[in-house]
């Protein structure tokens, strides 16, 4: 559950910051900032939602899964599809988080 809340918060980030990108650098109308804001917002919230004790180990955790889920945006919406680098960089990445997710922690 929690990688399925982490995966839809990076998406609500990365489709609210891309409608402001849409808006500010590729010329499309301001109403695009309208569901931006609100995907922000869903981002925010849905990470909130997070298991993880602290925010600051909840936010290191999205970090590694926002950077794959980046990459898959990169693929499906902007038709670049990602090499090798980006792949062997997003693993080292979802390593680090899971390591951080699923550490044994005494209490």
């Given amino acids: 559950m929690s990688i399925a809340i982490f995966m839809l918060a990076a998406l609500a980030e990365i489709a609210g910051c891309f ?5 500010w650098r590729l010329g499309q109308s301001a109403l695009w900032l309208v569901p931006g804001f609100g995907l922000l917002v869903l981002f925010a919230w849905l990470l909130a939602l997070s298991p993880a004790d602290a925010a600051g180990r909840t936010f290191a ?4 899964i926002y950077i794959a889920t980046s990459l898959g945006w990169l693929w499906a ?14 693993a080292l990445c979802l390593i680090g988080a899971a390591v951080i ?6 209490g």
Avoid at 101 to 106: F, N, Q, S, T, V
């Fill in 19 to 23: 409608a402001v990108w849409a808006w």
């Fill in 101 to 106: 997710l699923w550490a044994p922690r005494g």
């Fill in 61 to 64: 955790v999205y970090g590694g």
């Fill in 77 to 90: 919406v902007e038709g670049q599809r990602p090499d090798v680098w980006d792949g062997a960089g997003a």
